[in-house]
């Protein structure tokens, strides 16, 4: 057998050396901790990104003001009465908006109805449906005036979800049991 050349710093590693000899081990002793090393300094990267990450988005949230509103209109194919009645039905409101509960705080049948968030302590505010009659039916103009206490939660309502959504799920159920 032809003899082999024994790498730089591996150079104590042959058949001669006894096995407890630290020598003969000492480079992939040395590889083995530099890799374990790697590792760790990489998870302490990526623990230390999403702290950033999170403090980022504390510190936006914070700077956002706690109130927003949203407005949108949308034009149905009914009479100003039926939509009223559509509008009143708490199972739309429940699958657009989820079991977030309400109270009417202002009613003119059928023009205007106002809705206040009451038992959340995350969130708060009111929506102001107000409908007005169209040359092919009737229009909703819905006005959310929300308020979003925890600055996260601001963040995320403003840059992950948007203002619009929930507005725009409601409307989107609104469309389609009007098209049936």
């Not at 929300?146 to 840059?159: A, G, H």
Request: hydrophobic share 45%.
């Amino acid at each position: 057998m032809a003899d082999r050349e024994q790498p730089a710093d591996d150079r104590w590693a042959d058949e001669a050396c006894p096995a407890d000899d630290e020598r003969a081990h000492a480079s992939i002793v040395r590889q083995g901790r530099r890799y374990a090393l790697r590792r760790m300094e990489l998870a302490v990267w990526a623990v230390a990104a999403l702290i950033a990450f999170g403090l980022i988005v504390l510190a936006v949230g914070l700077a956002m003001p706690i109130d927003h509103v949203a407005i949108r209109t949308a034009t149905f194919p009914a009479e100003p009465q039926a939509l009223w009645d559509a509008i009143h039905d708490p199972a739309l409101a429940r699958a657009a908006a989820g079991e977030v509960e309400t109270e009417e705080i202002e009613s003119v049948p059928p023009k205007l109805l106002v809705t206040k968030v009451v038992g959340e302590k995350a969130f708060g505010g009111t929506w102001t449906f107000e409908i007005g009659p169209a040359k092919h039916g009737s229009t909703l103009t819905i006005t959310e005036r929300d308020e979003v206490y925890n600055p996260i939660f601001r963040f995320v309502s403003r840059f992950v979800m948007g203002h619009h959504r929930t507005i725009d799920a409601y409307l989107s159920r609104l469309r389609r049991r009007f098209a049936a």
